[in-house]
């Protein structure tokens, strides 16, 4: 079920240019991890999938769309956070209108971020342990973000980085990325198969809305690329 991976630095790429224009075995990320033996399920489909030899970068406007449009559309992305190449699998939507957004009752010092341009992270501590890593979306104001849950990097056992606590811990992703534009790209990868949609995990209010999707099967696997 699982074959040995090696990790793959990034250095020849610019990921602020439009394009990669490397030789591609560059988007397997070289992670900030504890050392360990690198893992990676071979039927996930994930980052591993086949590297397109143009990495497009998603336009500045991307994400100033709502926040229920971004999420799924979100799936699959990928984004850069450090020198860590990720590939999102797993997200869920936060409105302003929403009981269990940080944005609720309007502009706070904790969600100051929420209320930016479309395009930036969001980036909060829970339970005074956990960082959350937050895509905001929509127009300045807006107060809307998608809560990034679960991510794929080549070489990182997944485990490590499903749930939102334990992704920003294992990519070193800290407070200082809260407010920075964020860095999105697309390599044409797509499922097999449509994300399921459910209720969001860990909220007491709007526990009724259907405002998380997941590529994360129920087994754990992650669905394969589209043939």
Known sequence: FFKQKTAYEIKECDWSSDVCSSDLRCPAARPRVVPGPARWPNNSGGSRSVWRRCVRRLPADWATRDALEVAPDLLGRLI????????VVEVEAYTA????????????????????????????????????????TGHEGDGQAVLIRSVLVDG???????????????????RELDGAAASLFDDGWSPDRPATVSTRIGISKGTDLLRRWSLIDGGGAVRRARA
């Open 80 to 87: 850069v956070v450090g020198d860590v190449l990720a590939r």
């Open 156 to 174: 990182v056992d997944a485990a490590r980085t499903t749930g939102p606590g334990r992704l920003t811990a294992t990519l070193g992703i800290g």
């Open 97 to 136: 209108d929403d009981p269990a957004s940080h944005s609720f009752r309007g502009p706070t010092r904790r969600a100051a971020s929420m209320f930016l341009e479309g395009g930036c992270w969001y980036v909060y501590l829970i339970y005074g342990v956990h960082l959350c890593l937050n895509l905001v």
